[in-house]
């Protein structure tokens, strides 16, 4: 005899500490990346307008960032440069001064076990806002794959772990491996941005980092979110050429691709919860629209639950904080 009555579903939801024995899906700090924006100076620390609780830092506050992030469990974190100049070919980007190297040297020496990544990409640095150099109008594949690289083997010398391409382009994986191993940085790990979809939930960012592109979009570059199959292509392709673990972003309205990522390949996959779907739950909750400490701990856990293996999230400070005070809750 199967089914109702002798089934009953509902005896294992009646306490919270039977829900928590069959809970599948458990979030855990360990498993979050905190992106900071840093740029030169010391003793900055801005709050972006439209990502309240995010800041442009500068090297010094970054390390007291990543300080209060390791304390609360967190033990990665990703750089994002904000440089004090802009030029066409972005060549801040690859400046051994720059922000994003010196923050690198500083944590590394500070924090030896927080795993340092960097954003691997022009448009912050690009005087146009795009990721790549331009040809008339157009971002030039292949002129761009040197300047990336070169990006990438100056945040390796500077101690990165992980470098992490989101520039789009074609063949920049291979590229950025072939000069690291040439340079002698056989063990810094790539995190492809793989299926990176041209997407509104960017905005806020680019506020942040001043990145919006002068004219155009990057749907030249970017994935059309409407395609799935393609972006097993770019994931398989990224592998092939190198990849130490792939990104699926955004996150939420894409979850559908990082299952599918999660069960066709082997390697890790990432997602990016970024500043679009982070700012959203900040301005209701600000409006005392929802209850926050729920709809993070919903979404964070749909995310996992998709199948990614880390997260890329603005909440990860906070969502650690409230795991650590047994707070946050689904
Ligand atoms: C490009 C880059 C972007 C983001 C991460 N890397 C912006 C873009 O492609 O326009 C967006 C992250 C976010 O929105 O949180 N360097």
């Not at 989101?166 to 994986?173: A, K, L, Q, T, Y």
């Not at 570059?221 to 955004?250: C, F, H, S, T």
């Not at 996959?269 to 993070?296: F, H, L, P, Q, T």
Request: glycine share 8%.
């Amino acid at each position: 005899m199967t089914g109702f009555p002798t089934i009953r579903l509902r005896r294992l939801r009646r306490t919270a500490a039977l829900r928590s024995l069959v809970r599948e899906t458990r979030l855990s700090p360990d498993r979050f990346v905190a992106p900071l924006f840093v740029r030169l100076g010391s003793g900055k620390r801005e709050e972006i307008t439209s990502l309240p609780g995010v800041f442009r830092l500068s090297p010094d506050e970054a390390v007291a960032e990543a300080q209060a992030l390791s304390a609360a469990g967190v033990k990665a974190v990703i750089l994002f440069g904000i440089p004090d100049r802009k030029d066409d070919i972005g060549s801040e980007a690859w400046n051994d001064a720059a922000a994003v190297q010196e923050t690198v040297r500083l944590l590394k020496k500070s924090l030896p076990d927080t795993v340092v990544m960097t954003d691997v990409c022009l448009d912050e640095y690009t005087s146009h806002g795009h990721c790549g150099v331009l040809r008339g109008t157009e971002v030039d594949n292949d002129a761009t794959l040197p300047l990336l690289a070169q990006a990438a083997v100056s945040q390796a010398r500077a101690g990165a772990d992980v470098v992490a391409p989101s520039d789009m382009m074609d063949g920049r994986v291979a590229a950025i491996r072939r000069s690291l191993d040439a340079e002698g940085f056989g063990e810094v790990a790539i995190l492809a941005y793989s299926a990176k979809c041209a997407s509104a939930f960017y905005g806020p960012f680019r506020e942040a980092a001043g990145s919006a592109p002068k004219f155009g979009d990057r749907r030249g570059y970017q994935m059309d979110p409407a395609n799935r199959r393609e972006a097993m292509r770019e994931i398989a392709l990224d592998l092939e050429e190198g990849a130490d673990a792939v990104m699926v972003k955004p996150a939420l309205a894409y979850l559908d691709v990082i299952r599918e990522a999660r069960e066709r390949f082997d390697a890790p996959v990432a997602a990016y919860n970024v500043s679009g779907e982070y700012a959203m739950v900040k301005a209701a909750a600000a409006n005392g629209w929802i209850d926050e400490k729920r709809i993070v701990g919903e979404i964070l856990t749909g995310i996992f639950r998709a199948g990614a293996d880390f997260v890329l999230t603005y909440h990860a400070r906070e969502a650690a904080e409230w795991i650590a005070e047994g707070s946050l809750s689904v």
